[in-house]
């Protein structure tokens, strides 16, 4: 399987996960648990798009690594800022940002099971 189609299906499902869990946020609380689960959901899937394109274009051929590399470092430091002033500010459910967010490992860790099951290798 190409790599890029890999990146594309970790991604649907992530959004997809989130969608759920957003769904089903609403069902079972108020606006805090709402806003709990979108805001987790959505950084989750900025957090792996972010993880994607850097590191795509840190190995990339003609790549400038050290800019890339920094740049992957500062999108982590944005990362846990971001995190910390939802956590801090935002008047929501913790325990359904902690789901939100989680989201993004299980999308990842559901199609690398997907891939090792049916015994796929990635390509370039």
Excluded: P, Q
């Excluded at 850097?54 to 400038?64: D, H, P, Q, V, W």
């Amino acid at each position: 399987m190409e790599a890029r189609r890999f990146v594309k299906m970790i991604i649907a499902s992530n959004l997809i996960l989130v969608a759920i869990t957003v769904a089903l946020s609403l069902t079972l609380g108020g606006h805090g648990s709402l806003m709990g689960a979108s805001v987790g959901g959505l950084l989750g899937a900025a957090n792996i798009f972010g993880i994607v394109w850097l590191g795509s274009k840190m190995m990339s051929a003609n790549a400038r690594r050290g800019l890339y590399a920094v740049l992957l470092a500062l999108k982590f430091v944005v990362m846990i800022t971001l995190v910390f002033f939802a956590i801090t500010k935002l008047d929501m459910n913790v325990v359904w940002f902690v789901a939100g967010l989680t989201l993004s490992g299980l999308a990842v860790l559901g199609n690398v099971t997907y891939l090792a099951l049916r015994g796929l290798e990635l390509t370039l």
